[in-house]
């Protein structure tokens, strides 16, 4: 019951134009849900306890805080009597409605004396007041304003203190720094600060950069209490351009800066424009054209689809139109300055709710209600129970990251002698010889062939074993020698060799467009080569990124490897970068250290991961891990255990675990099988089975998956995978390459001749 009053407060029961201004008190709700749920037994608790002294100083905190939320309670009704609000409007009820389910929540009612009274009896108690005493109010807003340069933000605020307190320019930006404004409306202290105009354009972006910097170190010694981000109504403009403003404001603050903003549109008297009909549109459909594009930018730049940021209408023009009290009118018939005026208020009403309920930190320096990001944990989950390959000594390079193919000994000495030598000899056949033959002869030809090839195969397989496993015993001197260079007095430098074209994707340009991006090979460690989607549209060259590897040795002991890919487009950049090294301490045991940085939404996840693994006997491994990822201002922990069991080549079995948390707690789990060739590597045959569960804020997520590789004939391969969770969607996906049967590639008209024959029928219907 409690998780539905919560939700219902949220979402359905919150006006469109408070949404971001009640956002702060959200996080409280939820997490005090337990002692709404315990409600009833608060009496009997209250009558067993009442006697001890701990218990009389909770209750003396309770009432004290209950006196705090009903002064602000009277504050905030007595600021909407002065700006000649009424107490049932929607934004008023809204925040009254939310100050009292806190209070109901956070604070028991087991007090001496009842605080809880009526919004009306606080209402006719606050127009008492204000009927008795005009004195200013003990209350200060403190806004910070930002926006493009001439949208009118000066304009705004010196209608806001009907006065001129900002200069203002109609043909260039007037306001060259960062200043505080002070005044007071209505005996209500406010403190605006003004900001330079920002560029929406490339060329003004170290100008932005600038403007934003100096705006963090102001705000740091005067938090702000509401954000109005000012644009103008009469600009229509259906492109991004606008977006990269909102961006470095978002990088600047951080995400959370938009869920305790309000947007401001000046030039709210402006003529609507002709629809496509021409007939002038209506000022609601104007305002509304203007309005969606720009919400929609906001939604990008703070990523969060469900946001929708407050909208104060605003029109500083001298001929506006004015009601008897000389306030300014929009066409619509609203007076503007209330309804912004009122939005501020709500927003630090709230905001010293908070505060005093304890419900959030606010961060000296950052915007009143905005919180530090969360990393997400089901991310850092999914990372945590990803296997890692174990960087290996260049000696130790063949099997590597396989445990099939780790041990040497059992490998090399368990299949017994050779047997490829012991054939007799073998003539292949050229191809008009293999036309004469019979279709059954020509079947055990290749057959036999096969038969060689897998033992010829098999053969230099374990000649390679062995030959890694005499290097690895060997002593250190006889090591060095052999990885020392040749002196060559007479020779030539190494010659870089152009690495042979990617395919590039269908196009009807030239023939040959990939001299443009030739990749050079060269004697250095560093292999770097380009990224490659195949999936471009025409005209496109086809590389969208860079990727980079090497893999060196420290010290004659630590292996590190290190590697990382850019992705670069016209909208963002994605980074990714992992670099590893272990530390074998003696048979069978080893410590693993790795760094990756990842591209996370808007923001670089840094992750520091530690692995200790050994062998509890032949076939059997475990390993246990630590994890620390930081994402923005924000620190999660994780920790790891895994079991991995092989039964003799075939057959193994992994079983991992593992519990991240930050403010939360996910856990998950996975159980793989993998069964391979019995001439694994040579055999490629390799089915795979597994099952994963992850369990985050009670939502249980289940999912099964099954993959397999097979040879069907001597040059056929089938991949087939198919997964499926508890929510009953799934997905099945089949593949298949032939080096002879190019007929197989008509399977590809199937899915082009459905959706012709789709057209078809849904015209026709």
Not at 117 to 129: K, L, M, P, V, Y
Not at 367 to 381: A, D, I
Request: charged content about 20%; overall charge neutral; proline content about 6%.
């Amino acid at each position: 019951m409690a998780r539905n009053i919560v939700t219902g407060i949220s979402i359905s029961s919150c006006p469109a134009s408070l949404e971001s201004s009640v956002m702060p008190l959200e996080p409280a709700l939820d997490s005090l849900q337990h002692s709404l749920e315990n409600k009833h037994d608060a009496p009997l608790l209250s009558a067993s306890m009442e006697g001890s002294p701990s218990n009389r100083s909770t209750v003396d905190r309770n009432e004290n805080t209950l006196e705090k939320l009903q002064m602000i309670r009277m504050k905030f009704l007595r600021t909407v009597h002065r700006i000649g609000e009424k107490a049932n409007n929607a934004i008023v009820a809204q925040v009254l409605y939310r100050l009292g389910l806190a209070e109901q929540i956070n604070v028991p009612r087991n007090t001496d004396r009842d605080f809880a009274f009526s919004n009306d009896r606080a209402s006719a108690i606050a127009s008492e007041h204000e009927a008795t005493s005009q004195e200013d109010l003990d209350f200060t807003c403190t806004i910070l304003v930002l926006g493009k340069t001439g949208v009118g933000k000066s304009a705004t605020i010196n209608s806001i203190f009907n006065e001129v307190k900002a200069t203002t320019d109609a043909f260039q930006p007037a306001t060259k720094k960062v200043e505080a404004i002070v005044g007071t409306v209505h005996g209500i202290q406010l403190r605006i600060i003004d900001t330079p105009g920002l560029i929406p354009s490339f060329a003004g972006h170290r100008r932005n950069e600038k403007i934003m910097s100096s705006v963090k170190k102001f705000v740091r010694k005067c938090p702000p209490d509401l954000v109005l981000y000012v644009d103008r109504l009469d600009m229509q403009n259906d492109s991004h351009s606008d977006f990269p403003v909102m961006k470095i404001i978002t990088k600047s603050f951080g995400a959370a800066i938009w869920h305790n903003a309000c947007l401001v549109l000046t030039h709210c008297s402006s003529t609507p424009p002709d629809g496509l009909d021409g007939i002038p549109l209506s000022y609601e459909i104007f305002v509304a054209q203007r309005l969606n594009p720009i919400q929609l930018l906001i939604c990008q730049a703070a990523g969060d689809a469900r946001l929708m940021v407050p909208v104060s209408l605003v029109e500083n023009h001298q001929s506006c139109r004015t009601n008897r009290a000389g306030e300014r009118v929009l066409p619509n018939g609203q007076v503007w300055k209330p309804h912004l005026l009122l939005l501020c208020f709500a927003s630090k009403v709230l905001g010293e709710a908070n505060a005093i309920l304890k419900l959030q930190d606010n961060i000296p320096g950052r915007p009143s209600g905005v919180q530090p990001r969360v990393p997400p944990l089901s991310y850092f989950l999914s990372f945590l129970l990803r296997s890692r390959a174990q960087p290996k000594m260049p000696d130790e390079q063949v099997g590597a990251g396989d445990e099939f193919v780790e041990d040497f000994e059992y490998l090399t000495d368990s299949e017994g002698e050779d047997d490829f030598d012991k054939l007799p000899p073998f003539k292949p056949l050229t191809k008009s010889q293999l036309n004469k033959l019979s279709k059954e002869l020509r079947k055990n030809y290749f057959n036999e062939l096969d038969y060689r090839e897998k033992l010829f195969q098999r053969k230099q397989w374990k000649e390679e074993l062995r030959r890694q496993k005499s290097i690895k015993t060997m002593p250190q001197s006889f090591k060095d020698e052999l990885d020392a260079p040749e002196d060559y007095s007479t020779g030539t430098a190494a010659v870089p060799v152009p690495m042979p074209d990617m395919p590039m994707p269908p196009s009807f340009d030239s023939d040959n467009p990939t001299y443009r991006y030739r990749c050079l090979d060269i004697a250095n460690q560093w292999v770097v080569r380009p990224v490659m989607n195949p999936n471009g549209w025409d005209h496109d060259c086809g590389y969208d990124g860079l990727n980079s590897e090497k893999t060196f040795v420290i010290s004659n002991s630590l292996p590190v490897s290190i590697s990382g890919q850019i992705n670069k487009d016209k909208q963002e950049a994605n980074i990714q970068m992992e670099c590893a090294t272990s530390l074998n301490h003696r048979e069978g045991r080893a410590t693993l250290v790795g760094f990756d940085v990842q591209t996370v939404g808007k923001d670089q996840a840094y992750t520091l991961c530690s692995e200790a693994r050994f062998n509890n006997f032949r076939q059997n491994m475990t390993l246990g891990g630590l994890a620390l990822m930081i994402l923005g201002d924000t620190l999660a922990a994780g920790i790891k255990v895994e079991d991995r069991l092989r039964i003799r080549k075939r057959l193994q079995f992994v079983l991992s675990g593992a519990m991240v948390g930050y403010r939360d707690v996910a856990f998950g789990g996975t159980l793989e099988a993998t069964l391979r060739d019995k001439d694994y590597p040579i055999g490629k045959m390799m089915t795979t089975l597994g099952f994963s569960i992850m369990d985050w804020h009670g939502d249980l997520a289940m999912v099964g998956n099954l993959q397999s590789q097979f040879s069907l004939g001597r040059n056929l391969m089938m991949v087939t995978s198919a997964n499926i969770n508890n929510r009953r969607t799934g997905q099945v996906s089949i593949r298949t390459s032939s080096s002879d049967q190019l007929q197989i590639a008509l399977i590809g008209i199937v899915p082009i001749i459905r959706s012709i024959v789709g057209a078809m029928w849904l015209n026709s219907s």
